[in-house]
């Protein structure tokens, strides 16, 4: 699960009106095109920034590494989620609330079909870009159960195995929304990504939905009521106070 960027389709000197591309998008148009005539392992930082006209120091200035630049824009996506999960009414089914979540990781993809076609096919020939792409879906995975342990009760206090269920429940909708974006990719984007990924999504929502939200302790609370009459001393109505807890 991580996010497509709308790259360039062509070279990385002008877009389609004539007019040279935002430095960040001509980075990843340069990079991509070197990619695909020379190979990831053979391209090198200086080839990229060559060829897109700018200097190392803007391509570090957009990009940690090159490694990066193959998904340009996992960082906002991931930003985007955890703020829309942060926004969640209370009253929400925090299930289809995750479930929402991933569908703004399949619309960025979707914006640029033919870009993503690509990394897909790139990422499946580098290992180190597998690898990469993996720790992307691990930092959506944990934003997902972060939500979610807070809604399930998987903190002090909550239930002992809310945090079980919300690593479970994030690993079953990251792992529909990927089977449905992966058999979209290898369509080479001609499928609707979307009813896909809405009929994969629908069965883990079916699965886990309308749990109920658990209370922040594992059961109701006992209350001890103790009745004196006035004036007793205060030392008998301690005694009778733990008289009343050592029965329980």
């Given amino acids: 699960m991580s996010s497509s960027s709308a790259a360039p389709r062509s070279g990385a000197g002008t877009d389609a009106a004539g007019a040279r591309p935002p ?11 070197l990619f695909l005539e020379r190979g990831y392992e053979q391209t090198t930082v200086d080839d990229i920034v060559a060829l897109a ?8 200035r957009y990009f940690p590494s090159k490694e990066d630049v193959v998904f340009p824009d996992h960082e906002r996506c991931l930003a985007d989620m955890t703020a829309f999960l942060a926004s969640s009414p209370e009253d929400a089914d925090p299930v289809r609330r995750v479930c ?10 979707a914006e640029n079909p033919a870009f993503s076609v690509q990394r897909y096919h790139l990422t499946k020939r580098v290992p180190g870009l597998r690898a990469y792409e993996l720790s992307v879906v691990w930092r ?6 972060a939500y ?10 909550g239930r002992r195995d809310g945090s079980m269920r919300a690593d479970v429940i994030a690993a079953a909708v990251v792992a529909a929304h990927n089977n449905a974006l992966r058999s979209w990719l290898r369509s080479e ?22 749990l109920p939200v658990p209370p922040l302790t594992d059961g109701p609370e006992d209350v001890v009521v103790v ?5 007793t001393p205060l030392w008998q109505v301690v005694r009778e106070v733990e008289t009343a807890f050592a029965r329980d």
């Fill in 23 to 33: 430095m960040r998008q001509a980075l990843v148009a340069a990079a991509f095109q």
């Fill in 53 to 60: 006209g700018v200097g190392r120091r803007s391509f570090f």
């Fill in 100 to 109: 929402d979540a991933a569908r703004l990781v399949v619309r960025m993809y």
């Fill in 140 to 145: 959506y995975e944990r934003a997902l159960a």
């Fill in 148 to 157: 979610l342990r807070g809604r399930l009760g998987g903190h002090p206090g």
């Fill in 189 to 210: 984007g001609r499928d609707d990504v979307g009813a896909a990924v809405d009929h994969a999504l629908g069965y883990a929502q079916s699965t886990f939905g309308g």
């Fill in 227 to 231: 009745v004196s009459r006035r004036g």
